[in-house]
């Protein structure tokens, strides 16, 4: 499901989200199933922006991006592979976050020789004020969790 390549090497992996918005949660809660099976994750509550000095400390190669995203023909729970830095200005896909991925990748390579983003972007149900999360997201971030544990075991 997720290719192991994003995962080779120097990188991060990043959960992204909003603890209060329902599914938007996604990225958080990704992080810490991942983090309970021994896979470093690192969160960032409500948005990538609050995780910009992490990056620029851990220095990583490439980094993968989860978090909920609206993108064309989506329904809850889909899951959507985007690779390079050139898709995150692609408008068939929208965060639920501020600040555009673009403008904080471009800056933080301005800083490191970051190389390579990936985003996984989650479909999500709903967005309201909520701090339940849709069975649908549940079981795509259950599914994330477990293809990108084998990547880290068959390393």
Known sequence: MIPCD???GNSLVLG??????????????????LSQRGVNCVKCDYGLENCVDIIIEKKPEKIVIVDAALFNGGQPGDIVLINGAEALSDSHLL???S????????????????????????????LDFSVDVSSEVIRAINSLVESIVKCFNNA
């Not at 209060?20 to 199933?33: E, I, K, S, V």
């Not at 555009?100 to 999500?124: A, H, N, Q, S, W």
């Open 6 to 8: 994003f995962f080779r």
């Open 16 to 33: 992204v989200g909003s603890p209060l918005r329902g599914d938007d949660q996604a990225g958080l809660l990704f992080c810490d199933l």
């Open 95 to 97: 965060t639920t976050h």
């Open 99 to 126: 600040i555009p991925p673009r403008l904080l990748v471009d800056t933080v390579k301005k800083l490191i020789p970051l190389r390579e983003v990936y985003i996984i972007g989650i479909y999500p149900k709903s």
